[in-house]
T-cell receptor, first 114, second 113 residues
Framework: EPEVTQTPSHQVTQMGQEVILRCVPISNHLYFYWYRQILGQKVEFLVSFYNNEISEKSEIFDDQFSVERPDGSNFTLKIRSTKLEDSAMYFC????????????FGQGTRLTVV | AQSVTQLDSQVPVFEEAPVELRCNYSSSVSVYLFWYVQYPNQGLQLLLKYLSGSTLVESINGFEAEFNKSQTSFHLRKPSVHISDTAEYFCAVSPTGANNLFFGTGTRLTVIP
C-alpha cells in the first residue's frame, strides 16, 4: 500500500536554529500539504503546494516558514529560526487530486524546540 | 470560511457498548466531510467520507456516519466498540473543489475493558 514517509520521526532543536522536515509523497500525487498539531490541540493547516508553488497558506505560515520540492520527490518544510511555540507534531499529507480524493498522511515529525 | 466543532474532547466507553462522536461544521459553501482516525504513535488515516448521494456512509470496521444538512452535522457512530477502537478521531471538511482539509479539535475515544 502506498504511504507517505516523513523524516526524522523526532527532532530536538535549540531555539533560533533552522530545521528542515522532510516528506516523501506518494508517487503520482499532485497536491502536498503540511499540517501541525500542538500537543493537546487540533490539527492545523499550514500550507498547500501544487505545481511547484504554494497554492494556499494559513496565518501560521509566516515568513519563518518555507516549503519546496527541490528534487521532484522530497517535499520539505523549513523553519528558519525556530521558536518555543513551534514545538508540535508536523504532518505531511498528499492527495492525488482535488476535493473528493483521500489525503494520505505521514506518521509525523515531532519537533521539540528547547 | 469553514469551521469544525467536535464538542467532546474525550469519550470513555465500555467494550461492546455503542458510541457516538459528534461533529458539527459551518461553511458558506458546500463541503465534503471526512472522519480520520489517529491510532497511538501513528499518522492520520481516513476512516470514512461523505461526498454526495446517500447520507449514511460506512467504514469497513463497523463505523458509520450520517450527513445531516439541516443540522450541519456528521456524527460518527458504532453500535459495539472494541478495545482496538481506542484512538483519536478527527472530523474534517473540505470545500468542494478546494484544496484544503479543515480539522476539528479531535475526540479521544477510550474503550474500557
Amino acid at each position: 500500500e502506498p504511504e507517505v514517509t516523513q523524516t526524522p520521526s523526532h527532532q530536538v532543536t535549540q531555539m533560533g536554529q533552522e530545521v528542515i522536515l522532510r516528506c516523501v509523497p506518494i508517487s503520482n500525487h499532485l497536491y502536498f500539504y503540511w499540517y501541525r498539531q500542538i500537543l493537546g490541540q487540533k490539527v492545523e493547516f499550514l500550507v498547500s503546494f501544487y505545481n511547484n508553488e504554494i497554492s494556499e497558506k494559513s496565518e501560521i505560515f509566516d515568513d519563518q516558514f518555507s516549503v519546496e520540492r527541490p528534487d521532484g520527490s522530497n517535499f520539505t518544510l523549513k523553519i528558519r529560526s525556530t521558536k518555543l511555540e513551534d514545538s508540535a507534531m508536523y504532518f505531511c499529507a498528499t492527495r492525488g487530486g482535488l476535493g473528493n480524493t483521500e489525503a494520505f498522511f505521514g506518521q509525523g515529525t515531532r519537533l521539540t524546540v528547547v | 470560511a469553514q469551521s469544525v466543532t467536535q464538542l467532546d474532547s474525550q469519550v470513555p466507553v465500555f467494550e461492546e457498548a455503542p458510541v457516538e462522536l459528534r461533529c458539527n461544521y459551518s461553511s458558506s459553501v458546500s463541503v465534503y466531510l471526512f472522519w480520520y482516525v489517529q491510532y497511538p504513535n501513528q499518522g492520520l488515516q481516513l476512516l470514512l467520507k461523505y461526498l454526495s448521494g446517500s447520507t449514511l456512509v460506512e467504514s469497513i470496521n463497523g463505523f458509520e456516519a450520517e450527513f445531516n444538512k439541516s443540522q450541519t452535522s456528521f456524527h460518527l457512530r458504532k453500535p459495539s466498540v472494541h478495545i482496538s477502537d481506542t484512538a483519536e478521531y478527527f472530523c474534517a471538511v473540505s470545500p468542494t473543489g478546494a484544496n484544503n482539509l479543515f480539522f476539528g479539535t479531535g475526540t479521544r475515544l477510550t474503550v474500557i475493558p
